[in-house]
């Protein structure tokens, strides 16, 4: 089956951890996003990445990570430095940046203790 | 700025029609879309519309698009319990180094038995 994979479902960190949130796809995507989604609101861009060994900064970036070394693979680290992290988070891909639709994962919900 | 506007709720009984409504920003959109969310899930691409588009149906979904007064609706017809979620607006916007989804906060759809 296609699509893209969110791991853990649900992850708990404690204040001062860094905690890595995997996403990864096998639709040949070339371009793949990080959101995070907060009770009430939409959707915030955090990272996005069109081609492997890039990305660039969505509109909430600080106190994130990401690295993208592999076409199939765009994992996010939410730092220290991330002062609310406590959110749901969705990975998408699209066949190119910004242009085509963009497919979701499940979703990580992280809670810091 | 770059801003989508949708009601926070709609309440419907089951086998009645749904409307769900968005207003958009930039007149310059080439897609618009609608995404539904389940409780816990990640977003689901229902549809989309191109933007020289004033009306597109798939099965049940209608979605109507007024440029003019940039206003989007999804209507559902003969709405089901499993239809209840959160329905979600989204625009493209262009410019700078890539094109970029801009989302609504999201419509709750409850369904009544």
């Known amino acids: 089956d296609g699509g893209i994979t969110q791991s853990p479902k649900y992850l708990f960190r404690k204040e001062g951890q860094n905690v890595t949130l995997s996403c990864e796809q096998n639709l040949n995507h070339d371009a793949m996003y990080w959101y995070r989604q907060d009770p009430g609101q939409g959707l915030r861009l955090i990272y996005y990445s069109q081609i492997v060994n890039d990305f660039q900064k969505g509109d909430i970036a600080e106190g994130y990570s990401v690295s993208r070394e592999k076409k199939e693979s765009f994992p996010l680290t939410v730092t220290s430095a991330q002062k609310n992290p406590t959110a749901f988070y969705l990975c998408a891909s699209s066949t190119q940046a910004g242009s085509d639709t963009q497919y979701f994962g499940p979703g990580t919900r992280l809670t810091v203790l | 700025g770059e801003d989508v506007e949708q009601s926070l709720f709609l309440s419907v009984r089951e086998g009645d029609s749904s409307v769900i409504n968005c207003t958009y920003t930039?007149?310059?959109?080439?897609?618009l879309y609608w995404y539904k969310q389940e409780p816990g899930a990640g977003l689901q691409l229902l549809t989309y519309i191109f933007s020289n588009m004033d009306m597109k149906q798939d099965q049940r979904l209608t979605v109507l698009l007024n440029k003019k007064d940039k206003h989007l609706s999804l209507r559902i017809a003969d709405t089901q319990t499993g239809d209840s979620a959160i329905y979600f607006c989204a625009e493209t916007i262009y410019g700078g180094a890539t094109n970029k989804l801009i989302f609504g906060t999201g419509t709750l759809l409850a369904v009544q038995p």
């Open positions: 930039d007149s310059s959109s080439t897609y």
